[in-house]
């Protein structure tokens, strides 16, 4: 019997291993979205959003322009809105990620979410996700804005339906709520 098939505490033949666990493949990237950590097999240079989209199937985050511009791709970064079209995922280290999905839940909604509903500030939609998330980080640390605050807080998105002021409404009325 070879030395390596016995135990070093009892003298008996050692029992087999268990399987090692599966290990990331060098280079693999982990991210943790909305809680639950994954190990991701795109290259380190991808887009956030792609992953986000085509890896991890979350389509709260839309793809609009690609190029930092319309906002309609904003996840939270570590809290902070960010445009995830623009940050390959080697970038985003151990920060937590939070999409539309992780914002709120069906039964219980991001006041952000629930008066975006009741002001009926969507058309289309395609933007909404941009909206709902940079108001969110931003009420978050700004909980009693003026309007020229949450007007320049929410500067740079477009949404091509023309909805803003259904939108504004909405934001107004997300941090009312808040206060309450
Ligand atoms: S798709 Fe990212 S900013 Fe337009
Ligand atoms: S609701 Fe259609 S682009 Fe904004």
Not at 43 to 51: G, R, W
């Amino acid at each position: 019997m070879s030395k390596g098939s016995t135990s070093p505490v009892s003298g008996q033949p050692a029992a087999t291993a268990p399987p090692a666990p599966p290990r990331p493949s060098p280079g693999a990237v982990r991210l943790t979205v909305n809680g639950t950590p994954h190990t991701v097999r795109s290259s380190p240079d991808t887009p956030l959003l792609y992953v986000l989209r085509d890896e991890l199937q979350l389509h709260g985050p839309r793809f609009g322009c690609g190029l930092g511009q319309c906002g309609a791709c904003t996840v939270h970064l570590a809290g902070n809105a960010v445009r995830s079209c623009t940050i390959p995922i080697s970038a985003v280290g151990d920060q937590p990620i939070t999409t539309l999905e992780g914002l709120g839940s069906p039964d219980r909604l991001h006041p952000v979410q629930q008066a975006f509903i009741e002001e009926q500030a969507m058309q289309c939609g395609y933007c909404i996700n941009g909206w709902i998330m940079t108001a969110a980080a931003f009420l978050a640390k700004n909980p009693n804005p003026r309007d020229a605050e949450i007007r320049t807080a929410l500067s740079g998105l477009i949404c091509r339906c023309g909805t803003h002021v259904r939108i504004l409404r909405a934001v107004k009325r997300a941090s009312a709520v808040r206060r309450a």
